[in-house]
């Protein structure tokens, strides 16, 4: 559950982000998010939005979704832009009820339950799997934050050289939407693990890839995760980090974890 604070912040959300409380009035579903601390902490919440606004992300989604996909990069369309993995990838655009995950509320509603103090960078991307698509692998997202910042205003928090980056991922969302029914036996659920050693296809704690659910956690050196192939229907998600000062991470763990992106490491 969430503390007092947070649970706080969630009945009370539109003095949080007051330029989105029109649009978002009433958008969750449920208040009251659960941490499970294996096999690292994170959270897993289903339902997350009311149904109507579910839909509208549903819509939202499906309507870039049905532009097609690129084999080259493409901001316009999925298009396959991320090395080493098998997804097609597309900007998150901060317009009609996609703004809400670049509202300030947001952002406190990820980070406050592991006590992360976040910058309001946020770096927001629809991953869409063909069905079959391969394993990805085992890794924990502590990695520099190379992309253009992001408020969902218009304006960048910050920019940056990629060469030198002064921010790492600090919370990593993953929203399934606009997926088929699933039933085990399907694949393309995201599975947790112990170690980075672990066998993908053998996770200690594996989400399924259901509409209108989520997963969220701390990027440490320690939340191994990965996507598990899809055989029978295409997957969807909005993948999502906010970030964290590359100093605060240095002093917590060590500059040597945090690991260059793309990495099999």
């Known amino acids: 559950m969430l503390d007092r604070r947070s649970s ?3 009945r009370g959300w539109t003095t949080i982000d007051r330029a989105y409380a029109g649009s978002f009035r009433g958008v969750l579903q449920n208040q009251r998010w659960q941490v499970d601390h294996s096999p690292f902490p994170h959270i897993l ?3 997350v939005f009311a149904e109507s606004f579910y ?3 549903d819509n939202a989604v499906r309507e870039i979704l049905s532009r097609g996909l690129s084999e080259r990069p493409d901001r316009n369309c999925f298009s396959r832009s991320i090395p ?3 997804a097609y990838s597309a900007p998150v655009p901060p317009v009609k009820c996609l703004r809400i995950f670049f509202s300030d509320f947001w952002r406190e509603l990820l980070s406050r339950p592991f006590g992360v103090h976040v910058t309001r960078q946020v770096s927001c991307y629809i991953h869409h799997h063909r069905a079959g698509s391969a394993n990805g692998w085992v890794h924990n997202d502590l990695n520099p934050g190379q992309e253009a ?3 969902g205003s218009g304006e960048p928090d910050l920019l940056r050289s990629p060469f ?3 921010t790492v991922r600090a919370i990593a969302m993953i929203y399934y939407v606009g997926n088929a029914p699933w039933a085990p036996g399907d694949g393309g659920v995201t599975g947790l693990y112990f170690g980075p050693n672990d066998p993908v296809d053998r996770p200690a704690k594996v989400v399924p890839p259901i509409n209108n659910s989520l997963l969220t956690f701390e990027c440490t050196p320690k939340s191994f995760h990965s996507f598990i192939s899809n055989r029978v229907h295409p997957r969807t998600c909005i993948v999502l980090w906010l970030h964290r000062h590359r100093a605060d991470a ?3 763990w060590g500059e040597k974890t945090i690991i260059e992106w793309p990495s099999r490491e």
């Open 250 to 252: 240095i002093l917590r």
């Open 8 to 10: 706080a912040a969630i």
């Open 55 to 57: 839909n509208c992300l």
């Open 149 to 151: 910042a992001n408020t």
């Open 84 to 86: 080493g993995y098998d």
């Open 164 to 166: 030198e980056p002064l």
């Open 45 to 47: 919440q289903f339902p």
